[in-house]
């Protein structure tokens, strides 16, 4: 069984580009989840997609948004970037149930310079 | 403010020895616990969880413990590895049987376990 799949693996993106970042989660599972990750403030949510639609939000400003297709992918945008976004962005899915275990992708390293 | 706390940033142990790995959190309706390990430029791994109408939860060399009371849970590796060493991550399900969609994490505990 294919674990979560996240590309591309780096991305070098000048101050106020866009990005978009890709996610195919575990064959049957419907909740994407998608996490930033720094040196300074760890691992913080940034969204939670189930069935297309977003479930959950983190307290990230709007220039961070997702989307979900029907067949479970997931991509993430951030527009005007900033230097403040270089991070590690990871995608989790989870079968969108009560108490079950959230698997991560091996994330995408976002440097903008 | 931080939910989830994980006071110990680095353990070193012994291989063969327990390693043992502490979380505190502060919301009472955190209801799923989960422990993840890292490795530097990769996902976390899922290693084991733990709901809150138990207080213990077993997984071959990993035990996780809940102590609901303190709002405190921990890990122990028994017998550690070297194999084990990484950075382990504490997480909590804010909401009450909801999905694992939306976790809050510690800022992790690096484990060097030495041979």
């Known amino acids: 069984k294919a674990g979560v799949t996240q590309t591309p693996r780096y991305l070098i993106k000048t101050r106020g580009q866009q990005v978009t970042l890709s996610c195919s989660p575990i064959?049957?599972?419907?909740?994407v989840s998608w996490y930033q990750q720094t040196p300074g403030q760890g691992l913080q949510f940034l969204f939670e997609?189930?069935?297309?639609?977003?479930?959950n939000k983190g307290n990230f400003p709007g220039r961070f948004s997702g989307r979900q297709f029907s067949n479970s992918r997931s991509e993430m945008n951030v527009s005007t970037l900033e230097l403040g976004d270089s991070a590690l962005y990871l995608c989790?899915?989870?079968?969108?149930?009560?108490?079950?275990?959230?698997?991560f992708g091996q994330g995408t390293r976002l440097t903008v310079v | 403010d931080q939910q989830v706390k994980q006071n110990s940033p680095s353990l070193s142990v012994q291989e063969g020895r327990i390693s043992i790995l502490n979380c505190d959190y502060t919301?009472?309706?955190?209801?799923?616990f989960l422990w993840y390990k890292k490795y530097p430029a990769e996902g976390p791994t899922f290693l084991i969880s733990i709901s809150s109408i138990k207080d213990k939860n077993e997984d071959g060399r990993f035990t996780v413990f809940l102590n609901k009371s303190a709002k405190h849970l921990s890990l122990h590796i028994v017998p550690s590895q070297p194999g084990d060493s990484a950075v382990y991550f504490c997480a909590a399900s804010p909401y009450y049987g909801g999905s694992q969609g939306n976790l809050i994490f510690g800022k992790g505990t690096k484990l060097s376990v030495k041979p």
């Open positions: 919301n009472s309706m955190f209801d799923y």
């Open positions: 989790a899915s989870n079968r969108g149930q009560s108490n079950t275990e959230a698997f």
């Open positions: 997609y189930f069935s297309e639609t977003q479930r």
């Open positions: 064959s049957g599972h419907r909740s």
